[in-house]
């Protein structure tokens, strides 16, 4: 079973900073937080991941609270092409374990012009 | 360009027909990685592979599923037999590089 808990779905204005929630209280201190989205018939895309600092890429930025319970994936400035379903996930990472990614239900955005 | 190729694209296949899916990640991985997503759900992980050796199984792989990695570089997913439910897209990445494969979707008639 995924172990976090998504809004179903959000509405986000073009331009605007998109800020997608998400749940793990049950994570342990070897989860790290992962994002994914998926664009309408393409495979999911990574998009950033963090074990307990915040971190930015060049396509958003990842907020984990302080007892890592929750997150939030920011969006700065989004565009219509950010439309899609997005997933958080936490997965062990390191050798001697699957790493495999367990998706829950996700978020679907719509950025609306 | 994901990094990872699928062939074929798309299948459209009749019950009972046997169907086998290639995955074929641009460069070296020791990981290996297969799911499937039908509409509106998130993907479900199928199997994993550790170099040649498939080192886990979803309760999801029933014995109609076969995967291989023969050489620890492409993969092959071969479902005998196929149910209207099979119909799906079957999705593999290595993970490490982040990327997943654009998938094969699959129509069971």
């Known amino acids: 079973d995924a172990k976090t808990t998504q809004p179903p779905s959000m509405d986000c204005a073009e331009g605007r900073a998109a800020n997608l929630p998400c749940n793990h209280s049950t994570i342990s201190g070897n989860e790290y937080v992962y994002w994914y989205r998926q664009i309408h018939s393409q495979g999911p895309q990574y998009i950033i991941h963090g074990l307990k600092n915040n971190e930015t890429n060049e396509m958003a930025s990842l907020i984990i609270t302080e007892d890592r319970k929750s997150s939030t994936l920011i969006l700065p400035h989004a565009t219509l092409r950010d439309t899609a379903v997005y997933y958080c996930?936490?997965?062990?990472?390191?050798?001697?374990?699957?790493?495999?990614?367990?998706f829950g239900q996700g978020t679907t955005l719509q950025v609306k012009p | 360009d994901t990094g990872v190729s699928q062939d074929p694209r798309h299948k459209i296949t009749k019950r009972g027909q046997n169907v086998t899916f290639r995955c074929d990640p641009i460069?070296?991985?020791?990981?290996l990685y297969w799911y499937r997503q039908t509409l509106g759900q998130g993907p479900e992980f199928l199997t994993y592979f550790q170099n040649e050796a498939q080192l886990e199984k979803s309760r999801l792989l029933s014995d109609r599923f076969s995967a291989e990695r023969p050489k620890g570089s492409f993969s092959t997913l071969e479902i005998q037999r196929t149910e209207q439910g099979d119909s799906a897209m079957y999705l593999c990445?290595?993970?490490?590089?982040?990327?997943f494969g654009p998938g094969t979707r699959l129509t069971v008639l």
């Open positions: 460069s070296e991985h020791n990981r």
């Open positions: 990445t290595p993970l490490e590089d982040r990327f």
């Open positions: 996930i936490v997965r062990v990472s390191g050798s001697g374990n699957t790493g495999k990614l367990i």
